[in-house]
T-cell receptor, first 115, second 109 residues
């Protein structure tokens, strides 16, 4: 496997369910990100991890809980979500958390639908 | 507040040239990125500008004017596969990426 992978690609869940999104990067990067992408809206940065330590949490509701067990894996645990949380959730990684021309490499995303 | 503006949608003809504009108002500036995102796929990196001027990479060029808070992406010799959304993003003083909503580019034969 190469690049950034995400599973599942599609997820439908009820408001009382608990589910997790998984992201894995095979690029040897030190920073990983979770983004929310809603139709016709800018990408919203949710969380940033640098060397498995959370460095950014952009006022995300507690029903979203990230976990970074090592520099290659990132999870987003979901519980008691709302219909407005339906969106594409993108994972990304970069060599460092910021600076320079470091581009972010994105996974294909998980399309989440909350019923 | 911080803001990135880009047109919502543009249409162009195969073989032609298109210019997609991006204006920004951010707290600080540490570089501007353009990404391409095909429907249902991951955004992929196209270009990076940190100094004023034009950066060329094959059929894709990106221009930056920091004094005007303005950038554009120029795509030449348009191909049908260029139909995608083009995202402009600015790295602010905290080195956080601020994203525009994207421009959906439709290519017609």
């Amino acid at each position: 496997e190469t690049g950034v992978t995400q599973t599942p690609r599609h997820l439908v869940m009820g408001m009382t369910n608990k589910k997790s999104l998984k992201c894995e990067q095979h690029l040897g990067h030190n920073a990983m990100y979770w983004y929310k992408q809603s139709a016709k809206k800018p990408l919203e940065l949710m969380f940033v991890y640098s060397l498995e330590e959370r460095v950014e949490n952009n006022s995300v509701p507690s029903r979203f809980s990230p976990e970074c067990p090592n520099s290659s894996h990132l999870f987003l645990h979901l519980h008691t979500l709302q219909p407005e949380d339906s969106a594409l959730y993108l994972c990304a990684s970069s060599p460092t958390p910021g600076g320079g021309a470091d581009e972010q490499f994105f996974g294909p995303g998980t399309r989440l639908t909350v019923l | 507040g911080q803001n990135i503006d880009q047109p919502t949608e543009m249409t162009a003809t195969e073989g032609a040239i298109v210019q997609i504009n991006c204006t920004y108002q951010t707290s600080g500036f540490n570089g501007l990125f353009w990404y391409q995102q095909h429907a249902g796929e991951a955004p992929t990196f196209l270009s990076y500008n940190v100094l004023d001027g034009l950066e060329e990479k094959g059929r894709f060029s990106s221009f930056l004017s920091r004094s005007k808070g303005y950038s554009y992406l120029l795509v030449k010799e348009l191909q049908m596969k260029d139909s995608a959304s083009y995202l402009c993003a600015v790295r602010d003083s905290n080195y956080q990426l601020i994203w525009g909503a994207g421009t959906k580019l439709i290519i017609k034969p």
